[in-house]
């Protein structure tokens, strides 16, 4: 079963016996609504896109897990925030509702993103109106999260337990805004918020399945999870979350946007973790 929301999501179900095992991909979407007016060049903003990443997990399904995609992009409004997130330097008028800046807003990059590229240039030559955030919020960021809510509740309501995964990809090097700027990331980091949205077993889990396959993984190292894990989860009722970031120097050549040779290499091990989720996830339910 698979549906769309044209320009908003695609929602692929289980293709055999469902399992509470859910994964979506809130940043590889590249539909650029017609309202999208940037100053930046697309070399600098489409660097804000997750790319192929619904793709590296597109198999998910095959394994009775439940997809969830985002397919509008990322820098026209980041479904991996709080709608609370806003940018007060974004507007052209203060925003009359109710504001929760985070530290990535700092950053240029709250809900709706102000600053883009390695060198964090403007993405806007104007400033937007609060009609025009409004709408973004009411046409793409609700309906995803709403989306998410329905799958995770369908879940738990029939299994009594959910295991969400959220999958981001990352660059090869922290840019000069990150935490870890000018370093050299790991293959693989996953984020659990310090041990708060998912159970240490199943952090350790996906870590030592990741390991096994030959990948340097880091945990909460340089990033630990941000809405969609703080959101969907809570361990002692068995709701787990987990992100999960890939390097892009894996898989894609991160300048011209392309894929690279070992590409087919990531998604099949990718598609191994995703098996190997589900044999436990199915141990755990039957437990």
């Given at each position: ?37 940037p ?19 597109g ?30 330097e ?14 990535k807003?700092?950053?240029?990059k ?12 403007p ?165």
């Amino acid at each position: 079963m698979e549906q769309t929301i044209p320009g908003v999501l695609r929602l692929v179900g289980p293709r055999v016996a469902p399992l509470p095992l859910l994964l979506d991909s809130p940043h590889s979407g590249y539909a650029y609504p017609a309202d999208f007016s940037p100053s930046a060049p697309p070399e600098a903003y489409r660097r804000g896109e997750d790319m192929f990443i619904d793709e590296i997990f597109g198999l998910a399904p095959e394994f009775g897990a439940t997809l969830v995609a985002a397919l509008f992009p990322r820098v026209y409004i980041d479904a991996n925030r709080d709608e609370k997130d806003i940018d007060p330097e974004l507007l052209d008028r203060p925003w009359p509702y109710p504001v929760s800046p985070s530290i990535k807003t700092r950053d240029g990059k709250g809900l709706i993103w102000r600053l883009v590229g390695p060198d964090s240039v403007p993405l806007y030559a104007r400033k937007l109106t609060v009609t025009e955030v409004e709408s973004r919020i009411v046409r793409y960021h609700r309906p995803y999260h709403d989306q998410m809510r329905r799958s995770y509740e369908a879940l738990y309501g029939h299994f009594g337990a959910v295991w969400h995964v959220n999958c981001h990809s990352m660059g090869a090097v922290g840019d000069a805004r990150a935490p870890d700027a000018g370093k050299r990331r790991a293959d693989i980091v996953l984020g659990d918020r310090d041990g708060t949205t998912c159970s240490a077993e199943f952090t350790q889990l996906v870590a030592n399945a990741l390991r096994k396959l030959g990948y340097w993984v880091k945990i909460n190292d340089p990033y630990k999870g941000v809405e969609l894990v703080r959101r969907f989860s809570d361990p002692a009722r068995k709701r787990h979350s987990l992100q999960i970031e890939i390097n892009r120097g894996l898989y894609m050549d991160e300048d011209a946007f392309v894929k690279r040779r070992n590409f087919d290499r990531l998604r099949d091990d990718m598609t191994a973790l995703v098996a190997q989720l589900a044999g436990y996830v199915q141990s755990q339910i039957q437990g």
